[in-house]
């Protein structure tokens, strides 16, 4: 099993809808979450921690479920400008501390 | 402010050749990582540093390749010989500390083993 699992896509959206990407992370251990942002042959750059309680950033809100293993993002209102690929991230402290990236949701929003 | 500096952009060599990956990592940032990414396995860690030691190197695949971090604000990716299933984007990253989750990425060098 990856550590981090993530539905590779493409979700196909129009403007203006809503989305929603799943990951599941298989280390019970793991102490921090977080989401990415690749855009097309560029490096990732960090769109948000994913904090216990839920957290929102404008248009983007990331869930946390621990017992499941489980965290989430949820884009509202889409825009072209969002379309990208997210990526899973968790911070496997009891293994030194390294970035577990998952393979990422390719996401396209079109006109 | 500059960024995390990676060189060359992109490499493209001969199998059986030596390619040797730079990187310098932000000014003051004391972790350094290096990723390597393919369609099929994602992003991967190869190997990372904390205060220029290397903490993690199981990532790396095999003993073509090696890494090292002579001082805070350089670090080399060295695979040799290379070989056309190491074709992929190699990114450098760096962070404040151990554990730091924010990392900040390079633009990655794009290599291609004939």
């Known amino acids: 099993r990856k550590e981090v699992e993530q539905d590779p896509g493409p979700f196909n959206v129009p403007e203006g809808a809503t989305v929603a990407f799943n990951c599941t992370y298989s280390?019970?251990?793991?102490?921090?979450f977080f989401w990415y942002r690749q855009d097309c042959r560029k490096e990732p750059k960090l769109l948000m921690s994913v904090y216990s309680s839920g957290n929102e950033d404008g248009r983007f809100t990331a869930q946390l479920n621990r017992a499941s293993q489980y965290i989430s993002l949820l884009i509202r209102d889409s825009k072209l400008s969002d379309s990208a690929t997210y990526l899973c991230?968790?911070?496997?402290?009891?293994?030194?501390?390294?970035?577990?990236f998952g393979q990422g949701t390719e996401l396209s929003v079109k006109p | 402010d500059a960024g995390v500096i990676q060189s060359p952009r992109h490499e493209v060599t001969e199998m059986g050749q030596e390619v040797t990956l730079r990187c310098k990592p932000i000014?003051?940032?004391?972790?350094l990582f290096w990723y390597r990414q393919t369609m099929m396995r994602g992003l991967e860690l190869l190997i990372y540093?904390?205060?220029?030691?290397?903490i993690d190197d199981s990532g790396m695949p095999e003993d073509r390749f090696s890494a090292k971090m002579p001082n805070a604000s350089f670090s080399t990716l060295k695979i040799q010989p290379s070989e056309p299933r190491d074709s992929a984007v190699y990114f450098c990253?760096?962070?404040w500390g151990e554990g730091d989750e924010k990392l900040f990425f390079g633009s990655g060098t794009q290599l291609s083993v004939l």
């Open positions: 540093f904390n205060n220029n030691v290397p």
């Open positions: 280390n019970s251990a793991s102490q921090s």
């Open positions: 990253a760096s962070s």
């Open positions: 000014s003051g940032h004391n972790s």
């Open positions: 991230v968790v911070n496997e402290y009891n293994q030194g501390g390294k970035l577990i």
